[in-house]
């Protein structure tokens, strides 16, 4: 079992900057991908970037050279720092947790932080 615990959210203006953080604590076994996931009012949710444990990241093309993940796997806490935030970014962003066990695969999910950019 595997709890996921976001912080980080709020309110910016366009331009601004936000880092988000999520802690992962249980059985998070060390073959792992985390990643951050954003829902906006009346769409699907969407991929916003993910990093493996051996640190390869891959991003959504809406937010590449905007956005950073990263993770720190002696905390097991995930980090997406976002930079020049623009109010399409505004969303409830997600964390994720995939884990690997031998052949069997564990999907965890975090409760959501807001984040609003105003223009």
């Known amino acids: 079992q595997v709890s996921l615990v976001e912080s980080g959210g709020g309110l910016v203006q366009a331009g601004g900057s936000l880092r988000l953080s999520c802690a992962a604590s249980g059985s998070t076994f060390s073959i792992n991908v985390m990643g951050w996931y954003r829902q906006a009012p009346g769409k699907q949710r969407e991929l916003v970037a993910i990093?493996?444990?051996?640190?390869?990241?891959n991003y959504a093309d809406s937010v590449k050279g905007r956005f950073t993940i990263s993770r720190d796997n002696a905390k097991n806490t995930v980090y997406l720092q976002m930079n020049s935030l623009k109010p399409e970014d505004t969303a409830v962003y997600y964390c994720?947790?995939?884990?690997?066990?031998?052949?069997?695969?564990?999907?965890?999910w975090g409760q959501g932080t807001q984040v609003t950019v105003s223009s």
């Open positions: 994720n947790l995939v884990a690997y066990y031998r052949t069997l695969k564990y999907d965890y």
């Open positions: 990093i493996s444990s051996v640190g390869a990241a």
